[in-house]
């Protein structure tokens, strides 16, 4: 289980990314490199990997951006997903490891893959009706992208018919990049024009696609090379490799560098071959992809929270570069935490401009042993931030002294604290603001997250305009950003937000409009802006799937807040009557203590015999087990979900936010199947595929995957080995599928 410190520092990771990702995706102007980027997010998973539980409400499951706004929206049919990571050879390994658990392969089944280069520029969908282009997409948050149709039209190398051997629906998935050449160029006329560079070739080709003015895209000589594909209304090949040669053939440019493998050996030859090759592109590429060539293999491994399980991105190594510590900030967090950021002297790794790079804590300043004024070498490595990896002491200037971290909060002057590990017995990494709610950053941390693009993305109320309103009183709680237009204009002029030095009528407009379409919310994203610890993007998502409506929601946590506070009532009432057994006890004539005491024992335990059951205990530990019977959610989000409803000021933010709000019923994702929307538990063993092959295809299927019986479960699936839950599924009458029932199913 993670203690709290490991908790913190999960949500500080997730909350940076989050942040990054509207930069790279949104803005195109990233502030750090993509190694910086990837150690993040190397970091996160890694603390995902040693704590399952931080993955239910992770934005690690998250792809991208959510669209800007300037550019029309359109829904892919078919998610654009992401990739897993590889930065060594044995994480390629683990992962041909993982593809044969989960497909019960042996060891001497032979498994081919396809190697491609990774190309640094942004991804697009193509969507071709009757083999004619009609819809051009970027990938945005993976469900929704921009539509770049008419920017399309000025790229060369995508064709706008197809020939007649494609089908009649096609959606080609690929990348736009610009060359080096073009690059340069481009940034000589932006010079030459006294405009500001671009940082890299990524970020131009980004740009160049995104221009609002479609005509100048037609400026910016932009290259296409296709990867994949979306929705197909028929399929022209059964292999990775053939679905490749089938869209070269109808005219897409497919990279020449890509080639077919038969296992890790080959696949590792073809890594260093083009590593090797890498400078000489006259593109940008950071790895290689693998893919398993199957089709059919790869509709069996399927996604995991929008990853593929057949395919992984295996990055170059990191990149270094040598720069000066100029400062060491310490930011604090939604949940007290407190990070040390190294502020340097800004340098340039992989093209891109790094400033800043995380300390981690106190435990990682005192293992470097690092310093103000001290120079220092840069890491950008595939999914681990831009990172300190040592400190060149020998060009340390005179008189450096060793830095202190803090004991006291710099926002609100609490004390920090390093708060126990329970697991460990050892003090957290971590250390903590104790000033809860008195903190302010606290207060803007958890309003920024209230506002961030996973919960209500209000559009023009971003982490500037929250601190900036914060520190004004304007925005206290997340009620308070629903009521700010009407307490506006309840204000004298001269005093109202256009009146203030960078707002204008038109962009408190746009603001007041962009907070008013959010006043109905996805029931998810609302459980998830809530920032309840623990509680994710895909914990918060388990939950609505589970409960369906805010309503529902909401008086199961009353009832579970309400049975903690019960329980805890009698335990102090239960150390009460100890105390005063003691006492009594004490009072006692020797002589007849031993008969009094026992006498009294015999009456307390009459007592609570006779005694009615506790409703309220009953109604929490109903929804205690319900909430645990959820595949995903486990006793740490229960505790959260508990502490958070149990704390007053906390239920008062919330009414007060749903007396502004509403909340969209959670529904299903519609599929034909005979146990969508149904409650399904596997127990024993499964002899035809795995219990996570098992899953996936439930899921697919539309049904909910839980962990334990209980009397709303629909279905038992029982192989060999099943004991207990089969016994209390028979005794309450619920349905029960051997392997094969479930086989028949499964094939649908």
């Given at each position: ?129 009757e083999r004619k282009l009609v819809v051009a997409a970027t990938r945005g948050d993976g469900r929704t992208g921009e539509n770049v149709t008419a920017n399309v039209g000025y790229v060369d190398a995508i064709p706008k018919t197809l020939p007649k051997a494609a089908p009649d629906v096609f959606e080609v998935r690929g990348e736009v990049y610009m060359t080096h050449g073009d690059f340069e160029a481009l940034n000589a006329r932006l010079l030459e024009a006294d405009k500001r560079p671009v940082a890299n070739p990524r970020n131009a ?192 200037p005179a008189g450096a002294e060793p830095y202190v971290f803090p004991d006291r909060c710099p926002v609100c002057g609490s004390h920090v604290v390093a708060e126990m590990n329970p697991r460990t017995g050892r003090p957290d990494v971590v250390r903590r603001c104790t000033g809860g709610l008195v903190c302010a950053a606290q207060q803007v941390e958890r309003l920024k997250h209230f506002v961030s693009r996973a919960a209500f993305d209000i559009e023009g109320l971003g982490s500037k305009q929250i601190a900036a309103f914060h520190a ?277």
């Amino acid at each position: 289980m993670a203690d709290r410190t490991t908790t913190e520092r999960h949500a500080a990771l997730s909350k940076e990314i989050a942040e990054h990702d509207k930069r790279y995706f949104q803005d195109d102007d990233p502030i750090i490199s993509d190694a910086a980027y990837d150690a993040l997010r190397r970091e996160l998973e890694d603390l995902e990997a040693e704590y399952p539980e931080l993955a239910d409400g992770s934005i690690s499951a998250e792809i991208g951006a959510a669209p800007s706004g300037a550019f029309a929206e359109v829904e892919h049919p078919v998610p654009m997903v992401s990739l897993n990571k590889a930065l060594t050879e044995a994480e390629v390994e683990e992962f041909i490891a993982r593809v044969r658990r989960f497909l019960k392969l042996d060891g001497d089944t032979a498994l081919t893959f396809t190697a491609e280069p990774k190309i640094d520029g942004l991804s697009i969908s193509l969507r071709y009706e009757e083999r004619k282009l009609v819809v051009a997409a970027t990938r945005g948050d993976g469900r929704t992208g921009e539509n770049v149709t008419a920017n399309v039209g000025y790229v060369d190398a995508i064709p706008k018919t197809l020939p007649k051997a494609a089908p009649d629906v096609f959606e080609v998935r690929g990348e736009v990049y610009m060359t080096h050449g073009d690059f340069e160029a481009l940034n000589a006329r932006l010079l030459e024009a006294d405009k500001r560079p671009v940082a890299n070739p990524r970020n131009a080709a980004a740009g160049s696609l995104r221009q609002v003015d479609a005509s100048k895209t037609g400026d910016r000589p932009l290259h296409f090379f296709a990867y994949g594909w979306g929705a197909v209304s028929e399929m022209p090949a059964d292999t990775q490799w053939g679905m490749m040669e089938a869209l070269a053939a109808w005219g897409l440019p497919v990279n020449p560098l890509t080639r077919r493998c038969d296992g890790l050996a080959e696949l590792m030859a073809a890594y260093a071959a083009i590593e090797e090759e890498r400078s000489g592109l006259p593109y940008d590429i950071d790895g290689m992809v693998y893919k398993l060539d199957r089709l059919d293999l790869q509709r069996r491994l399927g996604e995991r929270e929008r990853r593929p399980r057949w395919a992984i991105a295996h990055k170059f190594p990191a990149e270094r570069a040598i720069t000066v510590l100029e400062a060491i900030d310490v930011q604090v967090g939604r949940t007290g935490a407190l990070t040390p950021v190294a502020k340097l002297d800004p340098i340039t790794v992989g093209g891109v401009v790094v400033k800043n790079a995380t300390l981690h804590n106190a435990d990682e300043i005192a293992r470097l042993d690092v310093r103000v004024g001290d120079t220092v070498e840069i890491q950008r490595a595939g999914d681990v931030i831009p990172q300190v990896v040592r400190v060149l002491k020998e060009k340390r200037p005179a008189g450096a002294e060793p830095y202190v971290f803090p004991d006291r909060c710099p926002v609100c002057g609490s004390h920090v604290v390093a708060e126990m590990n329970p697991r460990t017995g050892r003090p957290d990494v971590v250390r903590r603001c104790t000033g809860g709610l008195v903190c302010a950053a606290q207060q803007v941390e958890r309003l920024k997250h209230f506002v961030s693009r996973a919960a209500f993305d209000i559009e023009g109320l971003g982490s500037k305009q929250i601190a900036a309103f914060h520190a004004e009183g304007l925005i206290r709680t997340p009620a308070d950003i629903f009521t700010l237009a009407a307490r506006d204009a309840e204000r004298p002029e001269g005093e109202r937000l256009v009146d203030r030095e960078g707002y204008g009528e038109t962009s408190v407009r746009n603001l007041f409009a962009a907070i008013d379409s959010r006043r109905t919310i996805a029931l998810r994203r609302l459980i998830y802006a809530l920032g309840i610890r623990r509680v994710g993007e895909i914990s918060a998502r388990l939950l609505a799937l589970h409960f369906g409506t805010w309503e529902a929601f909401r008086s199961a946590m009353e009832a579970l807040a309400a049975a903690a506070k019960a329980r805890e009532e009698e335990a102090r009432e239960e150390e009460a009557r100890e105390e005063e057994a003691r006492e009594e006890e004490a009072r006692e004539d020797e002589a007849r203590e031993g008969e009094a005491h026992e006498e009294k024992a015999r009456e307390e335990e009459a007592r609570k015999e006779d005694a009615p059951p506790d409703a309220e205990a009953e109604a929490g530990d109903s929804v205690r087990a319900d909430l645990e019977s959820i595949d995903g959610i486990g006793g740490t989000v229960v505790e959260a979900l508990e502490a958070f409803f149990g704390e007053a000021h906390n239920v008062e933010a919330v009414d007060a936010l749903m007396a502004e709000v509403t909340a969209e019923p959670e529904v299903q994702r519609a599929v034909d199947s005979p146990i969508a929307g149904k409650a399904i538990v596997f127990t024993g063993s499964l002899e035809a595929m795995t219990r996570d092959e098992a899953k996936a295809r439930a899921e697919a299927l539309g049904a909910r995957v839980v962990g334990s019986i209980s009397k709303k479960t629909d279905i038992v699936v029982a192989g060999p080995g099943a004991g207990s839950k089969l016994t209390k599924a028979q005794a309450l009458g619920i349905e029960v599928w051997d392997e094969d029932a479930w086989m028949a199913c499964a094939a649908e």
